[in-house]
């Protein structure tokens, strides 16, 4: 079992930074996959970004490339994700996932899930 726990969302200007962070339970954290998905309102959960086990394979979202950047400190069992360039449409619950085998930026494919922290961005 996985527990995850978001936290460093609020609310920001456009323009600015966040950087969001995910603290995993379970001994075997370093070797899942890890990722991070949001939902705005009244829209469906899209995927963000997803870091694999080792860190050395990372996929972005098209419209996040570029401002986000996934991380992953294995030792402290947390991922990050820091946003920068932040627009209006970046609004969002930004959710954490985890999964022991997939790596795709399928929703329903992810076994592991945090409860979400929410990030406003004003224009």
């Known amino acids: 079992q996985v527990q995850l726990v978001e936290s460093g969302g609020g609310l920001v200007q456009a323009g600015g930074s966040l950087r969001l962070s995910c603290a995993a339970s379970?001994?075997?954290?370093?070797?899942?996959?890890m990722g991070w998905f949001r939902q705005a309102p009244g829209k469906e959960r899209e995927f963000v970004a997803v870091i694999r086990w080792s860190g050395s394979d990372i996929y972005y979202e098209d419209s996040v490339k570029g401002r986000f950047t996934i991380s992953r400190d294995n030792a402290k069992n947390t991922v990050y994700l820091q946003m920068n360039s932040l627009k209006p449409e970046d609004t969002a619950v930004y959710y954490c996932?985890?999964?022991?085998?997939?790596?795709?930026?399928?929703?329903?494919?992810?076994?592991?899930w945090g409860q979400g922290t929410q990030v406003t961005v004003s224009s």
């Open positions: 996932t985890a999964d022991p085998y997939y790596s795709g930026s399928s929703r329903w494919r992810y076994a592991y």
């Open positions: 379970g001994r075997t954290f370093s070797s899942y996959t």
